[in-house]
């Protein structure tokens, strides 16, 4: 067994790499940070709020997000909201995780008939 | 809720300048649903402050809100610590100088001489710390513009590489930074005491050799501006160069731009008959000006010779194309 902190850290980066791609698949809706924590959270996707946070203003600066604010409800709430190009990006990234996934799970079977042959 | 604003504020005060209202008023506004959907409509002080525990410290919160906003850029904060080492080292032996000059001219004593000797420190801090001021702006403006140049980490196109000169590799580090180091010596001292000019002919005449024409200071003032930026670009020259490693082609045209800048300053300075008492010769700091001229021209003609050499060695040896 590996170093478990280690470990924890790499699932971490795993994770991070395949947060924007979840994001912009869940903000076809304009949806505010709190609900879109929670949706990904329900969704299984572990994720911290002060990564998501950020991250969705830096997609708002990529383009790839827009948002506004709603002053209607019991308090103002910054709604997000994928864009054109977001979409489009969306989908380019879903066609490079279906390869990654692909070639991965090739990988795992190799390593996992080399386990059982041990 | 108190404790919210007080959190919210000290997140705030770690935000950058720009987004900080609106990234404070979105982290009330998360802060608040997750207390809500935690805690409900009326959460007590003790949930309200778990809620916050588990929101993270405002350091790491606002961290988060704050990458990329480095004041110097990483590459070049070692060349920042050693410039700002150089100064430090350039400063004390200006001001060192300064005070072994006057107290050689005034000789004071007793109370008179131990504040002139507190004063060389204090001095040097006071303008070392100024020029870290400059400094800091030069590498501010640096930092930012190396964003602009190719960013060989990402989104690079093999093509992009013909923006990066390969230029000849310095030979000495230690040339540069004492060169460097020399004309902050320089600056501080024409700066602060002009007249060591006439104090060094005052050494010159005492050893008895015959000097042909003196300097008249005032009129020497006038240039002490115009060496002040020309060593300035110096320096700003010789950082680049560390920085990068080597002279590539736009710092060599830099360089022979500067040569020639000050060549002609030398020339100007050399023909000024303003500037010159009691002419009866060359012996003197005119022959000081006329070596600064052959200096600077015989750096004109050699960058302008590695050119040359690096178009020949560089073309194409089939097509001839460069």
Redesign the interface.
């Known amino acids: 067994m590996g170093d478990k902190r280690l470990t924890n850290n790499l699932i971490q980066e795993l994770k991070r790499g395949t947060l924007t791609l979840s994001v912009l698949l869940m903000s076809g809706q304009p949806t505010y940070g709190y609900s879109l924590v929670t949706e990904l959270q329900d969704a299984g996707i572990d994720v911290e709020q002060n990564t998501l946070y950020p991250l969705l203003r830096r997609l708002e600066s990529q383009g790839l997000l827009q948002s506004s604010w709603d002053m209607g409800d019991s308090r103002p709430r910054k709604y997000y909201s994928v864009t054109d190009i977001g979409r489009k990006t969306a989908v380019l990234l879903g066609e490079e995780w279906r390869r990654i996934n692909k070639v991965m799970s090739e990988l795992m079977s190799g390593l996992m008939n080399g386990e059982e042959r041990k | 809720m108190k404790m919210v604003e007080q959190y919210l504020r000290a997140v705030g005060s770690k935000l950058p300048w720009k987004?900080r209202k609106d990234?404070t008023?979105?982290?009330?506004?998360?802060l608040?649903?997750?207390i809500e959907?935690t805690y409900g409509d009326e959460p007590t002080e003790d949930e309200v402050k778990s809620a916050i525990s588990e929101?993270?410290a405002p350091g790491?919160?606002a961290a988060?809100?704050n990458?990329d906003r480095q004041v110097v850029a990483p590459g070049l904060t070692d060349l920042y610590f050693m410039i700002m080492a150089i100064m430090a080292g350039a400063m004390l032996i200006a001001f060192t100088t300064v005070f072994i000059v006057e107290a050689l001219q005034e000789m004071p004593a007793g109370a008179e001489l131990a504040k002139r000797i507190l004063m060389v420190p204090l001095n040097a801090v006071g303008a070392w710390l100024s020029g870290v001021g400059g400094l800091t702006l030069v590498f501010i403006v640096l930092s930012r513009i190396g964003r602009r140049t190719v960013d060989l980490e990402e989104n690079w196109k093999v093509e992009d590489l013909k923006d990066v000169q390969v230029g000849n590799k310095i030979e000495s580090k230690i040339e540069l930074i004492i060169s460097i180091a020399l004309l902050f010596i320089f600056i501080v001292l024409l700066n602060l005491y002009p007249s060591i000019v006439t104090l060094a002919e005052n050494t010159f005449v005492r050893s008895g050799l015959h000097l042909g024409h003196r300097i008249v200071i005032e009129v020497f003032r006038r240039y002490i501006g115009v060496l002040t930026v020309f060593w300035a670009a110096g320096i700003v020259l010789r950082v680049l160069i560390l920085q990068k490693g080597e002279k590539g082609k736009s710092l060599l045209w830099a360089e022979i731009g500067l040569s020639v800048a000050e060549a002609l300053l030398a020339g100007i300075m050399l023909v000024d008959r303003n500037l010159y008492a009691d002419t009866g010769g060359w012996i003197g700091f005119k022959v000081i000006f006329f070596i600064l001229l052959v200096v600077n021209l015989a750096e004109v003609g050699g960058g302008l010779l590695r050119m040359v050499r690096d178009r020949v060695v560089n073309s194409d040896p089939v097509s001839g194309r460069r």
């Open positions: 987004s990234i008023e979105e982290l009330r506004s998360l608040m649903d997750q959907a929101f993270g790491k919160v988060r809100y990458t």
